[in-house]
């Protein structure tokens, strides 16, 4: 052999053994799952892609496994946190938080079974832990109530959901169970008292009626009925992962820099605002982006670029009232009344309120239409009314509907609301008075004619 | 050297062996360095970026049939800067010229259109009714008895869940020459999703069934026809997420029941018997504890023609979150009419993101199939498919086939004859709410049976 083949062989066996070197080290190199990304707007991929690199460069930390996986939950990529959660898993964190995480991934993809399991991992871990996490424990079991009931096996349900019973939401979902299953009555204990933690809610209330309904109590029913009709909230649940969800949407891709937007707007730094705002938009146009685009718009008088942006928003996704609204307040801002009149007018047929009304009152007494302006002072005041009515104020509600039949007396819905509001507060004459003259102008309005046969059999 | 077919190297003059030596050590040469080159090369090969892992789809795909075939026709024009909101597609004769037409209900126009069949295959659009904030559903009925079929337009108000009172019903009244005036026959209610025609009372005029979804209340209600334009409203049931009321005899006495479907986390059926006079009992079908399994629609048809109406329900909404997966328990449930308002129900197809169900003889067999839509798959695997037909066996035994997986996000289908062969073609309607982007989604698209298959 010669000396240069010699030296050639020798490079060669050099190259091998770097080889082998390098090939020892790809064992570790990361592989991460596949992402269809053209489901995601581009900014917000490009972050998760960010996220991504750097998880590259610590592959064996469990932080930016754990980062990811929620970061791909949060935006519906569940398959790839599946797959984070595992990696997780094999690093074997000290804090076992994520297998609560690793559950909701599997729940989110239908495997009730698999996510049950995690839940159940948790709880073992927890239960070992003297300083267990007490809410964790309760979110477990309610949502390992929540698997039982997407798997119709209401018995095991009852049981997680017991186990749950300081979070609100798991009573309710009991509350649901027992009273499909013969025991309104039970059922109806726990509705009392999550009226009286929790007043008053929606769900807890329609639920009573039904409860009271089943156990052939039709007054109570339809009392708790009617309650639901003065209030618009519902039992609220609170789960602090989800919280961090939401977060992590809001502060991922354009809707960040809608977000940041806002803050800007309310330091007052307006034109900062308006640019964040108007490239959130450029990125993925949403109607709340180019409603708040207009109004960034409006507050710096550019009253032409604020309708055309709120036409535009018209032309894809159709008016609204707040649309609407908009348009009127950038044509009065042009000195173009008859227009700003127009655009109000149409809004109050989508969605009525007290300032679209004010705003109408208004135009009308500056063109000197006096009886316009009465009319739409007394559906001001009607408006007023309703929102205090909704929230169960009866009192607050009671002058705002007086003064709407005074100013409005041809409004049917205003003598009805009236008339409720009469009732409630235990007036039978003045609602009786109230609900007559609505049949005056319509004597086929139904709710009215059921509003008197309640009060004669009261 | 060849000789007599052997290589003998003895046989090789001297010249041609010291050639074959040179050869041979130039070749160890050529050989290491072509090594020293290419290793390196390969090695760099196989280093590139390994690449992302497939992860395994758990979500069922199904074949297509090998009996039927689809081509697919976009309907009406698609414009860029307007956002697909279809909330509901009909197949109807609407003009009675002997072709169907399809009747559009398009949340991002506020209107009702008509995409009239001039001739086979040729739609001309037509705008019944506008500014009508997200219409969920128009039924087509003489309500007036003037000879011309009128409109009658269940009005959400707002396509994303309130409870605030921003529901109607609006009655497109037929003037004739395509000229519609509309009234609003009920308002200061909830979100309104369905409303259908039926005379309830037996006094010859068209009455409502109306279903108001709302959000965490609703109800089911009846509007008595006074007669001009005038409207008694009676309540049936207070659910919330009321979706579709269907109106049908269902205990064969000939008078109109009502059904309704209750969602928002209740997820029952029900049905309003109707007793004459105006006077209902109401029946509970059933109910299911999975709060979470999504009733998205209710149709009313004699599936197994056994004389008795009975009701499809697809289930797969799951839209409480704004990022979705297919559930495996998401599909279409056939509540079986066993007649004395006993109903059976059988779990008949499992498909991801089920969003409605129509009913149409697809295979031209002479029994009733069904046809599924998905809204919320996993689309991000493009062979997930977003419309299945259960091909029915005559027993009722339904088998499922992809008809398409193109466009994605549909919340609306219809069954119809277009293309007068005599045998179902489908209809069907996307939707997309942000903060989803628009991705694979259409208007309005359909599906014809295709000749050559008969």
Redesign the interface.
């Known amino acids: 052999m010669?000396l240069?083949?010699k030296i050639?062989?020798g490079?060669?066996v050099l190259?091998?053994a770097a080889?082998a070197a390098?090939g020892l080290k790809?064992n570790q190199?990361?592989?991460?799952?596949?992402?269809?990304w053209?489901?995601?707007?581009e900014p917000l991929a490009k972050e998760i892609q960010a996220q991504e690199a750097a998880l590259a460069l610590e592959p064996r930390s469990v932080a930016p496994w754990l980062e990811l996986g929620e970061t791909y939950f949060?935006?519906?990529?569940?398959?790839?946190a599946e797959?984070c959660f595992e990696q997780v898993d094999k690093r074997e964190p000290a804090d076992p938080a994520y297998l609560y995480v690793w559950g909701l991934s599997l729940g989110?993809?239908?495997?009730t079974t698999a996510s049950r399991k995690k839940y159940q991992r948790l709880l073992e871990v927890l239960a070992a832990d003297p300083s267990q996490n007490k809410s964790l424990v309760d979110l477990c079991w309610y949502r390992i109530g929540?698997d039982y009931?997407?798997?119709?096996?209401?018995p095991e349900?009852e049981k997680a959901l017991w186990q749950a019973a300081a979070i609100p939401r798991a009573r309710y979902?009991l509350t649901?169970?027992l009273t499909?299953t013969g025991r309104a009555a039970e059922a109806l204990t726990i509705l009392e008292e999550l009226d009286r933690q929790f007043p008053p809610t929606?769900?807890v209330n329609?639920m009573r009626?039904w409860a009271e309904e089943i156990l052939g109590h039709r007054e109570a029913a339809i009392a708790f009925?009617e309650r639901?009709?003065r209030t618009?909230k519902?039992l609220g649940f609170s789960d602090p992962f989800y919280r961090s969800v939401e977060l992590r949407?809001a502060r991922m891709g354009s809707?960040a820099w809608y977000n940041q937007s806002l803050e800007l707007e309310n330091q007052g730094r307006l034109e900062e605002a308006l640019n964040l705002c108007a490239r959130s938009l450029q990125a993925?146009w949403?109607?709340?982006k180019a409603f708040q685009l207009a109004k960034l718009h409006l507050k710096l008088k550019h009253f032409k670029e604020a309708i055309a942006l709120i036409e535009?928003s018209i032309?894809?996704?159709?008016?609204?009232a707040r649309a609407l609204d908009l348009i009127g307040v950038a044509s009065v801002g042009l000195g173009d009344h008859a227009r700003a009149q127009k655009a109000w007018e149409?809004a109050t047929?989508?969605?009525d309120t007290p300032d679209l009304r004010r705003k109408l009152a208004e135009l009308a007494r500056q063109r000197g239409d006096q009886e316009s302006a009465r009319w739409h002072f007394g559906l001001e005041k009607f408006n007023e009314g309703k929102k205090a009515f909704l929230t169960n104020d009866l009192q607050a509600a009671l002058p705002q509907f007086q003064a709407a039949v005074e100013n409005s007396p041809q409004h049917l819905?205003s003598w009805f609301y009236l008339a409720e509001t009469f009732r409630f507060l235990g007036d039978k004459a003045g609602a009786e008075r109230a609900y007559r003259e609505s049949l005056r102008l319509?004597p086929?309005?139904?709710?009215s004619?059921?509003g008197l046969d309640r009060l004669a059999n009261k | 050297m060849k000789h007599d077919g052997v290589l003998s190297p003895k046989s090789e003059p001297l010249a041609a062996r010291k050639a074959s030596r040179a050869w041979k050590?130039s070749g160890?040469?050529t050989f290491?360095?072509a090594?020293?080159v290419l290793?390196?090369v390969g090695?760099l090969w196989a280093?590139r970026s390994?690449?992302?892992?497939?992860?395994p789809?758990?979500v069922p795909v199904y074949p297509k049939s090998d009996k039927t075939a689809f081509q697919r026709l976009p309907i009406g024009a698609s414009a860029t800067?307007?956002?697909t909101?279809i909330t509901n597609v009909q197949i109807l004769d609407f003009d009675k010229d002997g072709l169907n037409d399809i009747l559009v209900c398009d949340?991002?126009?506020?209107s009702v259109i008509l995409y009239r069949q001039t001739s086979r295959g040729l739609f001309e659009e037509r705008v019944l009714g506008s500014?009508l904030?997200?219409p969920a559903h128009a039924a087509v009925v003489d309500i007036n008895q003037d000879g011309k079929p009128d409109v009658a337009v269940a009005v959400l108000?707002?396509i994303f869940p309130s409870?605030?009172l921003?529901g109607s019903v609006v009655v497109l009244e037929n003037k004739g020459d395509w000229h519609f005036v509309p009234h609003v026959i009920l308002d200061?209610v909830r979100r309104v999703a369905d409303v259908q025609p039926g005379d309830f009372n037996g006094d010859g005029k068209v009455d409502l069934a109306v279903a108001v979804f709302g959000y965490?209340?609703g109800e089911v209600l009846w509007l008595?026809n006074?007669g001009n334009w005038?409207?008694?409203?009676?309540?049936l049931l207070?659910?919330?997420g009321i979706i579709h009321v269907p109106v049908g005899d269902l205990d064969g006495d000939g008078r109109p029941d009502i059904a309704a479907v209750v969602s928002q986390?209740?997820e029952e059926v029900w049905a309003f018997e109707n007793l004459g006079k105006g006077q209902f009992k109401s029946h509970q079908l059933c109910?299911?504890?999975?709060?979470?399994?999504g009733s998205a629609g209710l149709v009313m048809a004699d599936l197994n023609k056994d004389g008795r109406l009975d009701l499809l329900l697809p289930q797969g909404d799951n839209l409480e979150?704004?990022?979705?997966?297919?559930?495996?328990?998401h599909g279409c449930v056939w509540l079986e009419n066993l007649g004395n308002w006993q109903f059976r129900p059988k779990q008949i197809a499992n498909f991801g993101g089920t969003y409605a169900a129509a009913v149409g003889d697809i295979d031209g067999d002479g029994d009733l199939d069904v046809v599924l839509i998905s809204m919320t798959n996993d689309?991000?695997?493009l062979s997930h498919p977003s419309v299945v037909w259960l091909e029915n066996d005559g027993h009722q035994n339904f088998t499922p086939h992809t008809v398409d997986s193109f466009p994605a996000g549909l919340v609306t289908v219809a069954c119809g004859d277009l293309n007068g062969d005599g045998e179902a073609d489908i209809v069907a309607g996307g939707l997309s709410l942000?903060?989803?982007?628009e991705?694979r989604v259409q208007r309005v698209t359909a599906w014809l049976s295709q000749p050559s298959r008969k």
């Not at chain 2, 942000?434 to 982007?437: E, H, L």
């Open positions: 010669s240069w083949q050639l062989l490079l060669l190259e091998l080889a390098i790809r190199v990361l592989r991460l799952p596949e992402v269809n053209a489901l995601l707007e949060s935006f519906g990529l569940f398959p790839q797959y989110r993809m239908g495997e929540e009931l997407r798997e119709q096996n209401a349900a979902l649901r169970v499909r929606i769900d329609l009626s009925d639901t009709l618009g519902p949407r809707i993925t949403t109607e709340d535009d032309t894809r996704v159709g008016a609204s149409q047929l989508i969605e819905l319509d086929f309005f139904g709710r004619l059921v | 050590g160890w040469l290491l360095l090594a020293l290793f390196p090695l280093l390994p690449g992302r892992i497939r992860l789809s758990k800067n307007r956002a909101r949340g991002a126009r506020s500014n904030q997200v108000g707002r409870d605030e921003v200061d965490a209340r008595e006074k005038h409207f008694e409203q009676h309540q207070s659910k919330p986390d209740e109910f299911n504890h999975n709060f979470d399994v979150d704004p990022y979705t997966w297919p559930q495996p328990y689309w991000g695997d942000p903060p989803n982007i991705y």
